[in-house]
């Protein structure tokens, strides 16, 4: 505790000498914590988008709709990859591991390290034949109509969670998608929003 990196030591020596320093954080993540490829669950990116709603849809609520492009999953497939009624073979890349050894030089000796099989993608399966309406791939780009129930009382700036709308990804787990409420401020409030939301205040809402 309190040291201050490797306290100035110059470790340009060993760049000279063929070590590839670039790789020393992997070297330590796969010591301390580190995963170091193989499987494990893989999960598409997250998307975030946002919406201008008026004042008085903001106090009662309200529903919306936005066309939204994104990676879904293949519904032919089921996001498999896989020609329906079809097998699966073993990957002779990794030999149905799902990952791949590799030895590493670095300035503290050789390490074997691993990697997810880019072939099939950590599964250690891949199809005999391929699906043809997403060439096997287990994904699709898709637009679809979402439909978003906002809240009453929601505040401007806050966001909505919506599980399973952002981007699939072959054989793993969707993607979330995040709304951002953006509350347009009135130009002009008429007689009965001003009623409402003196009622409203009345009632400590």
């Known amino acids: 505790g309190g040291a201050q990196g490797f306290g100035g030591f110059d470790f340009s020596g060993f760049q000279q000498q063929g070590f590839d320093m670039g790789d020393l954080g992997d070297i330590f993540s796969d010591f301390f914590g580190g995963t170091g490829g193989g499987r494990g669950p893989r999960r598409g990116r997250d998307l ?14 309200v529903e919306k709709k936005i066309n939204l492009g994104h990676q879904a999953n293949c519904e032919v497939c089921k996001g498999s990859g896989a020609k329906p009624g079809t097998s699966m073979d073993t990957c002779g ?3 149905g591991k799902g990952s791949i050894q590799e030895m590493r030089q670095t300035i503290l000796g050789s390490f ?4 997810i099989c880019d072939t099939c993608e950590g599964e250690g399966k891949i199809p005999k034949e391929r699906c043809g309406t997403c060439s096997g791939k287990g994904v699709v780009n898709k637009r679809e ?7 009453s009382g929601i505040e401007s700036g806050q966001s909505l969670k919506m599980v399973g709308k952002g981007e699939a990804i072959k054989n793993g787990k969707t993607g979330d998608l995040y709304i ?26």
């Open 48 to 61: 975030a988008t946002e919406i201008d709603i008026q004042l008085t849809e903001a106090v009662l609520g």
């Open 93 to 95: 890349k990794c030999s």
């Open 180 to 205: 951002k409420i953006n509350i347009a401020k009135p130009k002009k409030v008429s007689t009965k929003a001003k009623q409402l939301l003196e009622e409203l205040a009345k009632e400590g809402i």
């Open 145 to 151: 109509e979402i439909v978003i129930n906002i809240p």
């Open 112 to 115: 074997a390290t691993n990697r």
